[in-house]
């Protein structure tokens, strides 16, 4: 059986800006005989991410991701349908997924590295499974709730930058729901600052292209920033830092603004903004959602939960096509995306 794959075809270097052109897109032969334990998969949806870019390079920086190889197919987050099973557990029909799923049309898998995925905790649209009831919104849930220290009743704003992405437009949402009483957003389009508002329930957005962040930031948090969703990094974050309060929180998801940089993760901060931070007693621990295995199942109902009851909106941006995948992944890295950036492999979910 031929199949499409995408491959890494070159490196950006570690300071380079990645282009669809990092990846390209060959026919392999797949077998037709599977053997006792593994699937035959066909791929509905990918799912491309910020935290990839690391997987670009010859050396990811941390022990628990591997980078990619050239001319090896490429891996990530992903979902798809069982066509065929010799796996105890897993049957023709069911629905699975993966954070290492291979960027392949179809594909032959060990049943035991995938986990089963019940359609109706998202009513349908299976690709929430790679955004807001899957990882992304367990990062923003669980960090929120372990690195925010929200009290409900108490008067908290929060600031989420990157707020028009995958956390971010989660995480201001669930910080109203955890209890904040102000959420304000950053981002780089007016586009984005209009729907975090009209439509995700942030109070106010501010457009970093536009205007000064800090006078902005200092005109909407009158009252300074308790909690700090810091999805950016770099200037943006140094600004809103300077305005924490006193014992604040910096609940620290990623550092895309840094990502095609050859510095350590997280970053440190310029020495006056470390000085403020050391100051006022503000927390910032670098957080890992995977250090937290035990609280996916209850995340991921409270996820579906608040998604069935209509109070977390969920966005997310869909290319179409394997072959679109390095354009995908340039156009998340750039802001191109509202919501989860997701690529749409097949859409057919009969068999």
Same mark, same amino acid.
């Given at each position: 059986m031929i199949v499409q794959r995408v491959v890494l075809n070159s490196r950006p270097g570690k300071n380079g800006n990645p282009v669809a052109e990092n990846f390209r897109m060959e026919e392999v032969t797949l077998s037709d005989n599977i053997n006792e334990g593994q699937v035959r998969v066909r791929t509905l949806y990918l799912s491309v991410d910020p935290y990839m870019r690391c997987r670009m390079n010859e050396?990811?920086?941390?022990?628990?991701?591997?980078?990619?190889?050239?001319?090896?197919?490429?891996?990530?987050?992903?979902?798809?349908?069982?066509?065929?099973?010799?796996?105890?557990?897993?049957?023709?029909?069911?629905?699975?997924?993966?954070f290492y799923w291979p960027w392949q049309t179809k594909v032959i898998l060990d049943g035991n590295s995938l986990e089963?995925?019940?359609?109706? !905790?998202? +009513?349908?649209? !299976?690709?929430?499974?790679?955004?807001?009831?899957?990882?992304?919104? !367990?990062?923003?849930?669980?960090?929120?709730?372990?690195?925010?220290?929200?009290?409900?009743?108490?008067?908290?704003?929060?600031?989420?930058?990157?707020?028009?992405?995958?956390?971010?437009?989660?995480a201001g949402q669930i910080g109203h729901l955890l209890g904040c009483s102000r959420v304000v957003g950053i981002c780089g389009t007016h586009e984005k600052c209009l729907l975090l508002t009209s439509e995700l329930g942030f109070d106010n957005a501010i457009n970093y292209k536009k205007g000064n962040v800090a006078e902005q930031l200092h005109e909407l948090c009158p009252a300074g920033v308790d909690i700090y969703f810091d999805n950016v990094?770099?200037?943006i974050s140094d600004k809103v830092i300077s305005q924490m309060n006193q014992n604040s929180h910096i609940i620290l998801c990623g550092q895309i603004s840094q990502y095609n940089k050859d510095v350590p993760y997280p970053p440190p901060l310029?020495?006056?903004?470390?000085?403020?931070?050391?100051?006022?007693?503000?927390?910032?621990?670098?957080?890992?959602?995977?250090?937290?295995? +035990?609280?996916?199942?209850?995340?991921? !109902?409270?996820l579906s939960h608040w998604f069935k009851e209509g109070k977390l909106k969920i966005k997310e941006t869909v290319i179409k096509g394997l072959e679109n995948m390095g354009a995908a992944f340039q156009s998340m890295m750039t802001g191109g995306n509202i919501g989860k950036q997701i690529v749409c492999i097949s859409e057919e979910i009969s068999l």
């Open positions: 050396d990811t920086g941390t022990d628990y991701i591997t980078p990619w190889q050239l001319s090896q197919v490429v891996d990530g987050g992903g979902i798809g349908i069982i066509e065929e099973s010799k796996h105890i557990n897993l049957t023709k029909g069911d629905f699975v997924t993966s089963k995925v019940d359609p109706q !905790l998202v +009513d349908g649209h !299976l690709s929430y499974f790679l955004g807001a009831i899957g990882m992304p919104g !367990l990062t923003s849930l669980i960090g929120i709730q372990e690195k925010g220290h929200i009290t409900a009743g108490s008067n908290q704003t929060m600031v989420v930058s990157g707020a028009a992405g995958a956390c971010g437009s989660l990094g770099g200037d310029p020495p006056t903004i470390e000085a403020v931070q050391k100051e006022r007693n503000i927390t910032r621990e670098r957080f890992m959602v995977l250090n937290y295995k +035990d609280r996916f199942e209850p995340g991921i !109902l409270q």
